[in-house]
């Protein structure tokens, strides 16, 4: 693992990075040499080794310097890197670099995407480099650590000799300089934080803001970006989902809030006695439930799912506003939904399991055409989506039809500041009710999935996770006849 030559023509010093197993991961050796990893209350079989090669991976408990295997000159080489990428695979590896001081790593990287493998990009002495406006720094326990949303990786920093490095790269540094700097931390360690996005190289002349990537970056703002990756599942290793975190320690929140002292209102007598007599819509509202099973025997038509987004998301006008003074012209293109600003932000994504009259597979609701178009991904990817969408609903069956929401998210953040992505999360409230509430009135079954997966739909859809992105997901199709309600 040699690092290239700067413009000097100076060597870099050799890597200093180690690979070694995330603490909450044992390595199993069984006398064939089958290895197994332990983590979580689960076991991972890693494939059969040579007795080199094991006796190698048992060094990843301590650490396992990266350029040890890198160059794979030998058998036990490649085994050993087979067995590191099979293990960076499921986020069981995390990198130290640079040593310890006072019993302390100088820092760690760990690891928040499953495919993430370090990589010093190449700096030499000319560049000038800044701190991303995405980066920060926080407290996590008793460890501080340097994270952003579009960096695979954050780094457990144990070195206050770091945190005074990214310090002075607030403002642009030359690496030159940075190289002068008392107790410097390395140019390795920037070329890792620089393949990471956590600083970027400056430009010239175009600005921080523009420097750090295109349009569509441009547009977010710090929190909204931040919001978007760590609360949405596939660009981050923390905890998700209902993990009940605080059993035994806080008590749950009572279902209906306690009564504000005072004189109550009794309202129940302007209702009629019957608050859905002669109201339809109320009807509607109290039958809506959440159906996670459905009947695969008679699955849902094409003509119903045309009959559901026909009512739901059909593009039902389209105008434009001159915004004068020289300004542009803005287009809107109204749904039968709410949307803030007019702006209509919201893509629908369709991976169908069953369908009577449509083909297996993952389709765009182009809403101006009321028209669907077939988007090119493998079965296994498909098939990938639609069982997490399962687990999500703890049912064992697919959905017949899961729908994401993706929300083009400059359309929003073109016009609002600080509020875009509530504004884009709202939005998608409104059309969830609104899946709902059609779903019923076609006797058809829905529920809305709580998890959705943005690096899965990068990779599914070729657009990167800030340009447009999963914002919601609604499974849809016949409910079974045994199915209840939630």
Request: hydrophobic share 45%; with cysteine.
């Amino acid at each position: 693992m040699r690092a290239p030559a700067n413009k000097t023509g100076r060597q870099r010093a050799a890597s200093s990075l180690c690979a070694r197993l995330a603490g909450r991961v044992a390595l199993d050796v069984e006398a064939n040499g089958k290895l197994a990893a332990r983590f979580d209350g689960f076991v991972l079989p890693l494939g059969t080794f040579s007795a080199g090669a094991v006796e190698r991976a048992r060094q990843l408990r301590s650490g396992l310097p990266l350029a040890s295997f890198a160059s794979r000159r030998r058998s036990v080489d490649k085994e050993v890197d087979l067995l590191a990428r099979r293990l960076a695979r499921y986020g069981l590896l995390e990198y130290p670099i640079g040593g310890m001081a006072k019993g302390r790593d100088l820092a760690v990287i760990e690891p928040q995407l499953p495919d993430y493998w370090p990589r010093a990009a190449p700096l030499s002495d000319g560049d000038v480099l800044v701190l991303s406006r995405f980066a920060y720094l926080r407290r996590r326990g008793n460890e501080m650590v340097l994270e952003s949303p579009r960096a695979g990786a954050l780094f457990r920093i144990g070195d206050a000799k770091i945190a005074a490095v990214l310090a002075a790269l607030v403002t642009p540094q030359q690496v030159k300089a940075l190289r002068g700097q008392r107790g410097f931390v390395g140019v390795e360690l920037l070329g890792l934080l620089l393949d990471c996005g956590v600083v970027f190289k400056v430009g010239a002349g175009a600005g921080l803001r523009a420097d750090e990537g295109g349009d569509d970056l441009v547009l977010w703002d710090f929190h909204d970006l931040l919001f978007h990756a760590r609360s949405t599942q596939g660009r981050h290793a923390n905890p998700l989902g209902g993990t009940f975190p605080h059993t035994g320690v806080i008590a749950p929140k009572p279902a209906v809030r306690s009564a504000w002292p005072g004189e109550k209102i009794d309202l129940t007598e302007f209702a009629g006695g019957n608050a859905e007599a002669g109201l339809a819509f109320a009807k509607l509202l109290r039958e809506r439930h959440s159906t996670r099973s459905f009947n695969d025997h008679r699955p849902i038509t094409l003509a119903e799912l045309a009959r559901f987004l026909d009512g739901t998301a059909r593009v039902l006008s389209r105008s434009s506003h001159d915004l004068g003074d020289g300004g542009p012209v803005v287009e809107y293109a109204a749904r039968p939904y709410p949307s803030a600003g007019a702006a209509y932000p919201l893509e629908l994504y369709l991976a169908v399991d069953i369908c009577a009259g449509l083909p297996r597979g993952f389709y765009h609701y182009d809403a101006g055409a009321h028209a669907l178009v077939p988007v090119a991904v493998g079965a296994d990817t498909l098939g990938a989506q639609l069982s997490a969408a399962a687990a999500a609903m703890d049912v064992p069956v697919t959905p017949q039809i899961l729908i994401t929401i993706a929300a083009r998210f400059g359309r929003t953040s073109w016009k609002y500041s600080s509020i875009a992505y509530a504004l884009i999360l709202k939005d998608a409230g409104v059309l969830l009710q609104s899946f709902y509430l059609m779903a019923t009135d076609l006797g058809l079954g829905g529920c809305a999935v709580g998890i959705a997966d943005i690096d899965q739909f990068e990779k599914m859809t070729g657009m990167a996770f800030h340009v447009e992105g999963p914002v919601g997901q609604f499974a849809l199709g016949r409910p079974a006849p045994e199915d209840g309600s939630g």
